[in-house]
């Protein structure tokens, strides 16, 4: 089961208690970043997880505070030593940002680094996890993503197989690559696959659709609430969300537990931009830096 | 009196305890900035400096501990609202670097923002000090600077003056304009006009002859020192210096006082190589991330 863990929750301007926007999903042992703000290389440093472990960094939009991080956390990878492939995968211009800094600041990087310029759409997939791209409200090109932890098969059943008079041997194998075997059909003793873990992350943006479409059924919604509900003009001028638009999309796709984040420096008590979204969706928690989150069975619970 | 302020004091990568690169001097309420690592601006939240009274950022060469930074502070500054200029002066590539990310990053600033690609001896003045470049002896083009507080005239010793025979008001004008009254000379009653207290900083360099002659006599040195004496060659193979080099250096301009940083991770205890430099210069401290000394009569203090 995944972990979440929030690096950077602030809006637009770093603080003294947040950092610019990243958030860490583990599944397994590999990493994805969403956004990298600057100072996520430390944030991570600071944290239980292993920054060498990140496998893909995921840009919504251009964005300094949601890029200044990338190309410091790249250089220090490869300093590192680290020899695995990364990929980012972010809008148009992220490419040519990345090659303009690492030339201008003599960054030879020891690994593959493979970037994408990513269209609504697009499926990308890693060792323990794919990525899906979608489309976003933002006052720039913005992009958001699905990232869904693979599908594992379902639990057989030993114990009913031999009770169903079958041996283990020959007839398990025949049943697990999905023969009915001396009429036993491989659903009465195979569960159904497990589906993957899903995360989907909004990014700066308004309400869209796009991303009520592609996160349909996403187990987490991390979702931006730059402004209260009290601003609703605010947030539509700069193409932003309010906290009860953000639990208003968790609604529509289903999810079991939302995260806000991404909330504006404007307000001194954020647990009230929180209040508001739980009157509209209770499983609701505002991110804050180096808060984790593991998902359980029963739910998703600070760890 | 100026205040010093390390804000990061690490060595190509960050780690838990330090950022990467980052000194601010303040003379009055001016700040000047040496070199700008990721996270620079975050480090200054959690000081007691305001990062809206740097009026300039010098950068000694363009590797990503010292440059990545800076995007950062510059929009940062912008959205908090800054009117007054802020010049940005490093070696060639600042002005490409600093183009490229605030064009693709949609950086629009709010203030006029000075580049200048130095070249050693270039003079630059501000209002509370004035900044000289010298070239060093890196792996890249770079760049140290010795900033100076503007000179401050002698104190007028009024009772003195009166005692002498001389009268307030036209006398009093005359003297301090520079004239004999009444066989009484402008030095008898004047003492002599306050050197501007001076800090040099080295950046990433080998011993180099242009740091000893361009910081000669100056206050405080700030001087690299990645290695320990122990591992001359690697300093030299790197173009770097050692604790013994950089406190040889601090004895060769007569220097009041030496701060080392940019000190390897390699060493778990960077007190051993403090020690090494107190040895050839007993006025050594090891700079440590966000603590701030200021300088007084009797020398600098820790604040």
């Known amino acids: 089961m995944p972990d979440i863990l929030f690096l950077g929750t602030g809006a637009s301007l770093p603080s003294r208690e947040r950092a610019p926007s990243c958030v860490a999903v583990r599944l397994k042992r590999d990493i994805a970043l969403f956004d990298c703000g600057e100072g996520s290389q430390r944030q991570m440093m600071l944290s239980p997880f292993s920054f060498m472990r990140v496998a893909c960094i995921l840009i919504t939009?251009?964005?300094?505070?949601?890029?200044?991080?990338?190309?410091?956390?790249?250089?220090t990878m490869s300093m590192s030593g680290r020899k695995e492939p990364l990929t980012v995968c972010g809008p148009e211009g992220i490419r040519d940002y990345l090659d303009a800094v690492l030339s201008i600041c003599e960054g030879s990087i020891c690994y593959q680094l493979d970037v994408v310029e990513a269209l609504p759409g697009r499926e990308i997939e890693f060792k323990e996890f794919s990525v899906s791209v979608f489309g976003?409200?933002?006052?720039?090109?913005?992009?958001?993503?699905?990232?869904?932890?693979?599908?594992?098969?379902?639990?057989?059943?030993?114990?009913?197989?031999?009770?169903?008079?079958?041996?283990?041997?020959?007839?398990?194998?025949?049943?697990?690559?999905?023969?009915?075997?001396?009429?036993?059909?491989?659903?009465?003793?195979?569960?159904?696959?497990?589906?993957?873990?899903?995360?989907?992350?909004?990014?700066?943006?308004?309400?869209?659709?796009?991303?009520?479409?592609?996160?349909?059924?996403a187990d987490v919604l991390i979702h931006e609430a730059t402004y209260a509900d009290s601003e609703k003009e605010m947030a539509a001028k700069f193409k932003h969300s309010t906290s009860v638009q953000a639990a208003e999309a968790a609604k529509k796709i289903g999810c079991r537990h939302l995260f806000i984040t991404h909330v504006s420096n404007r307000y001194d008590d954020?647990?009230?931009?929180?209040?508001?979204?739980?009157?509209?969706?209770?499983n609701t928690d505002l991110a804050e830096d180096l808060r984790l989150f593991s998902a359980t069975k029963d739910g998703i619970r600070s760890a």
Not at 142 to 167: E, M, T
Not at 198 to 214: F, K, Q
Not at 270 to 278: D, F, N, Y
Request: hydrophobic fraction near 35%; aromatic fraction near 6%.
């Open 136 to 217: 976003t409200d933002h006052v720039v090109p913005s992009l958001g993503y699905v990232l869904r932890g693979h599908d594992s098969k379902g639990r057989f059943d030993r114990n009913k197989a031999i009770s169903l008079g079958l041996s283990p041997g020959p007839d398990f194998s025949r049943l697990k690559g999905g023969e009915t075997v001396c009429g036993v059909r491989p659903e009465s003793v195979i569960e159904p696959p497990v589906k993957g873990f899903s995360v989907a992350y909004s990014g700066d943006t308004s309400p869209c659709e796009g991303l009520e479409l592609a996160a349909a059924g």
């Open 61 to 75: 939009h251009m964005h300094g505070d949601h890029v200044f991080g990338l190309p410091g956390i790249i250089q």
């Open 270 to 282: 954020r647990k009230v931009l929180e209040a508001e979204a739980r009157a509209v969706f209770p």
